[in-house]
Nanobody, 127 residues
Framework: QIQLVESGGASVDPEGSLKLSCLLS????????MAWFRQNPGGEREGVAT??????????TYSASFKGRFTISQDNAKNTVYLEMDMLKPEDTGLYYC??????????????????WGQGTQVTVSS
């Protein structure tokens, strides 16, 4: 069974940092698009960042709202994608999902392009 499992969400102060993890199982790690999304109170999932786990297509992309503060990366040995979140703001609060578009090398930042999703991990930024 193909699964994505997120972890690392927490409650932090403004300007704090977190590192989220997304473990992919049941499918080869290389050669996929993987991405992070933030779900807003209305239920829409806003793209945060994407990464191509293989060598084709765009390596990484970022939404302008998060670029410069968030960094997406991968660890092939652990079948894991990370999202390092720095200088967090209250507006970054939300339920963060990991998603995958398997066997794709051109990674869209739109939620509709992804059909494998994790369970979400909550990030709350407040003082």
């Amino acid at each position: 069974q193909i699964q994505l499992v997120e972890s690392g969400g927490a409650s932090v102060d403004p300007e704090g940092s977190l590192k989220l993890s997304c473990l992919l199982s049941g499918f080869p790690f290389s050669g996929n698009c993987m991405a992070w999304f933030r779900q807003n109170p209305g239920g829409e999932r806003e793209g945060v960042a994407t990464i191509a786990t293989g060598t084709g297509g765009r390596r990484t992309t970022y939404s302008a709202s998060f670029k410069g503060r968030f960094t997406i990366s991968q660890d092939n040995a652990k079948n894991t994608v990370y999202l390092e979140m720095d200088m967090l703001k209250p507006e970054d609060t939300g339920l963060y999902y990991c998603a995958a578009n398997l066997r794709s090398e051109w990674c869209s930042i739109n939620a509709g392009s992804y059909n494998y999703w994790g369970q979400g991990t909550q990030v709350t930024v407040s003082s």
